[in-house]
T-cell receptor, first 111, second 116 residues
Framework: GQNIDQPTEMTATEGAIVQINCTYQ??????LFWYQQHAGEAPTFLSY????GLEEKGRFSSFLSRSKGYSYLLLKELQMKDSASYLC????????????FGQGTTLQVKP | GAVVSQHPSRVICKSGTSVKIECRSLDFQATTMFWYRQFPKQSLMLMATSNEGSKATYEQGVEKDKFLINHASLTLSTLTVTSAHPEDSSFYIC????????????FGPGTRLTVL
């Protein structure tokens, strides 16, 4: 089976940096994804890690350590529009490609 | 990223009626699409995997006779909620698997279903 754990809520200040952690247990691993979801909207793809290390994409970076079952999403230069839920999702081994989502972390950015 | 559309965006229906939701991948072919359900302040729960030209694979606890899935082409999957009841009211979201270099899932905008 698979298990994913993220903090439920976080608060940060506009302009700051925030790190959202995700830990997981899985019997098979084929990639870890981060999605952003604003209230009432569908998730949008942010990043994908399948190998250990840091992937940087503008203000967003994602890190993966497969041996530790750990990932984080780093958001720099926070903006008010970054207030959203951030979902960590795991793709297991096998060919289905299905993703299992964590509960999500609701980030509130304050002025 | 790739574009996935979903229709309708919002539907209100009476209890006992059936509702069909369409999911289309607009700029890529998707042999696999997924259907999720999301209740308020909860994460996405995978309902089923829709495979083009074959039967859908349902997750444990999801009634296949109630949630009918058809994936007749490489760009279209449909979810029909049969004999809808108020407890079926939810946000239904589809995603399409783009089997390119990242093998990423792209989500449709979702359908808000309200059953009266």
């Amino acid at each position: 089976g698979q298990n994913i754990d993220q903090p439920t809520e976080m608060t940060a200040t506009e302009g700051a940096i925030v790190q959202i952690n995700c830990t997981y247990q899985t019997s098979g691993f084929n990639g870890l994804f981060w999605y952003q979801q604003h209230a009432g909207e569908a998730p949008t793809f942010l990043s994908y890690n399948v190998l250990d290390g840091l992937e940087e994409k503008g203000r967003f970076s994602s890190f993966l350590s497969r041996s530790k079952g750990y990932s984080y999403l780093l958001l720099k230069e926070l903006q008010m529009k970054d207030s959203a839920s951030y979902l960590c999702a795991l793709r297991g081994s096998g060919n289905t490609g299905k993703l299992i989502f964590g509960q999500g972390t609701t980030l509130q950015v304050k002025p | 990223g790739a574009v996935v559309s979903q229709h309708p965006s919002r539907v209100i229906c009476k209890s006992g009626t059936s509702v069909k939701i369409e999911c289309r991948s607009l700029d890529f072919q998707a042999t696999t699409m997924f259907w999720y359900r999301q209740f308020p302040k909860q994460s996405l729960m995978l309902m089923a995997t829709s495979n083009e030209g074959s039967k859908a694979t349902y997750e444990q606890g999801v009634e296949k006779d109630k949630f009918l899935i058809n994936h007749a082409s490489l760009t279209l999957s449909t979810l029909t909620v049969t004999s809808a009841h108020p407890e079926d009211s939810s946000f239904y979201i589809c995603s399409a698997r783009d089997s390119g270099s990242t093998d990423t899932q792209y989500f449709g905008p979702g359908t808000r279903l309200t059953v009266l």
